[in-house]
């Protein structure tokens, strides 16, 4: 999955099979009901990244018929597809304003999937933001321009509540 300007949804696709097959309004329900308020998808944008996800062969299709209804799509994951959610899963989001959804989202599924390695991730989501800090800090010092060091500073200053939210959220899962 390539790296965009905006995260793509299709991991938490691939997350939303881990546990069994669904058909496509299944998914979005599923969806909607446990990540809608983290992340918002559209019907028909969940129907494309479907489309997508089994181009790429991460999820396979099975056309089901039903009486007296249009057949429907059930989605499967395959072996690629399980390798390249838990990868993504255990992968700590590198950007600050991404953090919001796609580490939550990752939160999600540890606990939805009773996955290993929690603690893991925090520690290395943590040493990501500690890495910024220094960056942002290194960056103010350097600047002659007093705004420029208001954001880096304001910047920062997030990067650290976030350290404290990440001790937070172990404490709380």
């Avoid at 999955?1 to 099979?17: A, K």
């Avoid at 309004?25 to 479907?50: K, P």
């Avoid at 919001?100 to 989501?125: D, I, P």
Wanted: net charge positive.
């Amino acid at each position: 999955m390539p790296r965009e300007d905006n995260p793509s949804p299709q991991p938490l696709l691939l997350g939303l099979l881990m546990d069994r097959p669904r058909h496509g309004y299944e998914l979005y329900r599923h969806f909607e009901s446990d990540l809608g308020g983290v992340w918002q998808i559209g019907l028909s944008q969940l129907y494309a990244q479907l489309k997508q996800l089994e181009e790429a062969g991460l999820v396979t299709v099975q056309v089901e018929p039903q009486p007296d209804r249009p057949a429907r799509k059930v989605y499967r994951l395959t072996d690629e597809g399980r390798a390249v959610f838990l990868e993504w899963v255990r992968r700590p989001t590198p950007y600050l304003r991404r953090i919001r959804v796609e580490f939550l989202a990752r939160l999600y599924f540890f606990r939805h999937l009773g996955l290993e390695g929690l603690e893991q991730l925090v520690a290395r989501q943590q040493e990501v933001c500690r890495a910024q800090i220094g960056r942002f800090a290194r960056l103010a010092a350097e600047s002659d321009d007093a705004y420029r060091r208001c954001v880096l500073e304001f910047r920062r200053g997030q990067l650290e509540a976030v350290i404290r939210w990440l001790d937070r959220c172990l404490e709380i899962l």
